[in-house]
C-alpha cells in the first residue's frame, strides 16, 4: 500500500512539474509580447484508423521560435508537452520531437479514443490545430440462416445474412452463381454501445430444379476490410422427380439391324432402375430384346416390333415416363447394271436386273442366322446373280442371231425358169431355152446372207 502512494505521488509531482512550466513559459511570453510570432499556426490533419490498428497524430509547425507544442485528447488531457510524457498511457508513444514537429503513435486503437485531438503552440495567445481521429468499427463474419436441407423443387426459400459490430453500418449484397441479385430487404439496427450497428439482409425466391447445387453467397462490404470483403456461402440442395428421355441409337431402324433405347433418366434422389414396356404390356420376346441397366438392346429388328416402348423411371419424390414409337423400315433394294459388248457383233446389250431381298420368317432360318453379325453383312450371292446375268446375255444374242436368219432368208424376189424367159418366148419350152441361155450374158442376181 506504501508503495502505490509513493508511485501516485511521484506521478502527481511530475504533473505539477509540467504544470507550473507551463505557468512560468506564459508569464515569460507575457512579460515579452515580442517574441510571440503572429506567423506561427500549428496544423493537423484528421486520422482514420481501424479498431485495433495504431494512429499517428502529427502536429507541424513551419515557422517556429522555440516554441514548445502539446498534444490532449478529447477529454483535455495533456498526452505529450514536447517530448515530455504526461499521461501514462502505453499504448501512446512518442514518434518525433522538434521545435517544428510533434508526433505522437496511439496503439490498439479502441471506439472509446475516437474524437477531437487537439494540438497546441504556447504562443500569445496560445494557438491550436484540432485533429478528429475516426475509428471504424470491423464488421463480424457474415452467417446465412434459414436454409434447411433438402428442399423440395417449388418450395419458397427465404435466407437471412447477419453482421455485426461494423462502424459505420457495413452493406450487404446476394449473389447467386457470381450473378448479384437485387430484389432484398435490408435492415440497421444499432448496437447497445450506441457506437457499432447490426446488420441483417433476407433473400427470398422460388426454387426449382435448376438451383440444386448452386451456391448462394451473402458479401460484406465495409471501408475496414481494405477491398478484402467478407463473404458467407450457402450451397442449395433441391430434391425433384425424375426428368426422363429416350434415346436410339440410330434414326432410322432396319429389319436386320440391332437397336439399342437408351433411358435417360436424371432426379435427385437418383431414380431407380428404369422399366421398360411396350405397347402397355411386358417386352414379348425377352431373348431377343433384352435390358440392360437403363438400355434396351434389340438384337435383330422385324416388323413385329413396330409399336410404342415406354421408359419409366421413379424416386422417393415421384414418377415421370417417356415413350419411342418404333417403325422398322424395309432394307433398300440394291440394283446392279451389267453391260456387255459380244464380240462377233457391233450390237451393245445393256440388261438391268433388280433384286429385291425378303427377309425370311421362318424360326429354322431365324436361329441360323449369326447374333453377332452388324446390319448389312447378309447381302445377296453374287455367284447367282452372275449366272443368272450370263444365262440372260445369252438367251438374248441366241434370239437375236435367229431373228436375223430368218429376216434374211425371207429376202427378195424369186422366179421360175419359165418366168426368167417368158418376155420373148411364144410358148413355154421356148422360154426354158430362152432362160438358159440369157443366164450366160446377163447380170446375175447375187442374194447375200448375214
Not at 43 to 57: P, S
Not at 90 to 114: F, G, M, P, T
Not at 264 to 288: F, H, I, M, N, Q
Amino acid at each position: 500500500m506504501a508503495q502505490f502512494s509513493t508511485t501516485q505521488l511521484v506521478q502527481g509531482q511530475g504533473k505539477l512539474m509540467i504544470i507550473m512550466l507551463l505557468f512560468e513559459y506564459k508569464s515569460f511570453l507575457s512579460l515579452n509580447p515580442l517574441l510571440g510570432s503572429q506567423g506561427q499556426f500549428p496544423l493537423t490533419q484528421n486520422v482514420t484508423v481501424v479498431e485495433g490498428g495504431t494512429a499517428i497524430l502529427t502536429c507541424r509547425v513551419d515557422q517556429n521560435d522555440n516554441t514548445s507544442l502539446q498534444w490532449s485528447n478529447p477529454a483535455q488531457q495533456t498526452l505529450y508537452f514536447d517530448d515530455k510524457k504526461a499521461l501514462r498511457d502505453n499504448r501512446i508513444e512518442l514518434v518525433r520531437a522538434s521545435w517544428h514537429e510533434l508526433s505522437i503513435s496511439v496503439s490498439d486503437v479502441s471506439l472509446s479514443d475516437e474524437g477531437q485531438y487537439t494540438c497546441s503552440l504556447f504562443t500569445m495567445p496560445v494557438k491550436t490545430s484540432k485533429a478528429y481521429l475516426t475509428v471504424l468499427g470491423v464488421p463480424e463474419k457474415p452467417q446465412i440462416s434459414g436454409f434447411s436441407s433438402p428442399v423440395m423443387e417449388g418450395d419458397l426459400m427465404q435466407l437471412t445474412c447477419k453482421t455485426s459490430g461494423s462502424k459505420p453500418a457495413a452493406d450487404i449484397r446476394w449473389f447467386k452463381n457470381d450473378k448479384e441479385i437485387k430484389d432484398v430487404k435490408y435492415l440497421k439496427e444499432e448496437d447497445a454501445n450506441r457506437k457499432t450497428f447490426t446488420v441483417s439482409s433476407t433473400l427470398d425466391f422460388r426454387v426449382d430444379r435448376s438451383d440444386d447445387g448452386v451456391a448462394i453467397v451473402c458479401r460484406v462490404d465495409h471501408e475496414s476490410l481494405n477491398a478484402t470483403p467478407q463473404v458467407a456461402m450457402q450451397v442449395l440442395e433441391i430434391h425433384y422427380t425424375p426428368s426422363v428421355k429416350i434415346i436410339p441409337s440410330t434414326p432410322f431402324p432396319q429389319e436386320g439391324q440391332p437397336l439399342i433405347l437408351t433411358c435417360e433418366s436424371k432426379g435427385k434422389p437418383l431414380p431407380e432402375p428404369v422399366l421398360w414396356t411396350k405397347d402397355g404390356g411386358e417386352l414379348p420376346d425377352p431373348d431377343r430384346m433384352v435390358v440392360s441397366g437403363r438400355e434396351l438392346n434389340i438384337l435383330f429388328l422385324n416388323k413385329t416390333d413396330n409399336g410404342t416402348y415406354r421408359c419409366e423411371a421413379t424416386n422417393t419424390i415421384g414418377q415421370s415416363s417417356a415413350e419411342y414409337v418404333l417403325i422398322v423400315h424395309d432394307v433398300p433394294n440394291t440394283l446392279l447394271s451389267t453391260t456387255i459388248i459380244p464380240s462377233l457383233t457391233t450390237a451393245t446389250v445393256t440388261t438391268s436386273v433388280a433384286i429385291t431381298t425378303s427377309p425370311t420368317t421362318s424360326a429354322t432360318t431365324s436361329s441360323m442366322r449369326d447374333p453377332n453379325a452388324l446390319a448389312g453383312q447378309t447381302g445377296p450371292d453374287h455367284a447367282l446373280i452372275g449366272g443368272i446375268v450370263a444365262v440372260v446375255v445369252f438367251v438374248t444374242l441366241c434370239s437375236i442371231f435367229l431373228l436375223g436368219r430368218y429376216l434374211a432368208r425371207h429376202k427378195g424376189t424369186y422366179l421360175t425358169n419359165e418366168a426368167k424367159g417368158a418376155e420373148d418366148a411364144p410358148d413355154a419350152d421356148t422360154a426354158i431355152i430362152n432362160a438358159e441361155g440369157s443366164q450366160v450374158n446377163a447380170e446375175e442376181k447375187k442374194e447375200y446372207f448375214i
